[in-house]
């Protein structure tokens, strides 16, 4: 486990910003409740983190913050430092940021059309630990709630201890496989494939290495998506590619080709995912 801080950003000064690296190595800071209302405060900003960096020899990551309605850094400045929390989903209150699966996957799939998802925090919530009244996560298994995420910077915003036993292995499971290919995946692009989430449909994320024709699928069938057939129309490949799909949670492979860019697949039950690898097939 490595440790991080979350804190104001225009309140810590960059003395403490140093005097807490130096103290205990945190590997990232979480710069919260910035308000750069004019381009003074933006510039004071941006030249301590810069400073702060320089000073820790780029050992730590500035992460910011974007999730309240004061003026913030936005989505485009400061990409060097770190990554962008873009909003929080809780469980319980206040009602509008309350976790519901569709609304981060649909969040993270519009994000990945304009930016680079690698630097995004996306959220991870204990579905059944969220209010059933005003979020349907609990009809979410935890491994999908996750599995939401894996193209993005996986972030449980959570408690991971208070994950009921029987949700605790499948998660630990994916997390397992996610890491042994976290650094491939870091190197390729992501790219959003299939509909646009909106709780019913057949979605998911390619990540694409051009140099190797190969890459990552997470796929999904939203909870309350009638087909068990999909498709997702992948990018950067021939029209008629033959693959090598492997499922990457079971290690089973199948040979799968494209039909006008499009791949098939069925998942038999709603609320169920993919996470595979594939590869181009010569024969």
Known sequence: MKLGLWCAGECIDLPYLQKSF?????????????????????????????????????????NWDTTEVNPRLGYFLGREYGAI?????????????????????????ELATYLDLRQ???????????????????????????????MSLPTFFMETHTLDPADRKPVAD???????????????????????????????????HASSQSGYLTLFRELDCPQAQGQWALVG??????????DLLTGQSRDRALVDGQLTLSLETPADFRFMHYETSTD
């Open 174 to 208: 994916l997390l397992k496989v996610y890491k042994k290919h976290r650094t491939d995946m870091l190197a390729g692009m992501v790219h959003p494939i299939g509909d646009c989430p909106d709780g019913s449909s057949f979605t998911g994320f390619q990540c694409h």
């Open 85 to 109: 929390y873009y909003a929080n989903r809780k469980p319980m209150c206040p009602p509008n940021v309350v976790y519901r699966p569709h609304m981060v996957l649909r969040d993270l799939w």
């Open 237 to 246: 490949l021939p029209n008629d590619a033959k693959l090598k799909l492997t």
């Open 22 to 62: 130096d103290a205990v190595g945190f590997q990232w800071y979480k710069l919260d409740f910035m308000n750069c209302t004019n381009r003074q405060k933006l510039d004071a900003l941006l030249a301590k983190v810069r400073a702060f960096a320089l000073y820790a020899d780029h050992k730590t990551r500035v």
């Open 120 to 150: 995004i925090l996306g959220d991870v919530q204990d579905p059944r630990a969220t209010d059933p009244v005003l979020s349907n996560a609990s009809e979410h298994s935890a491994a999908y709630c996750t599995a939401i995420t894996l």
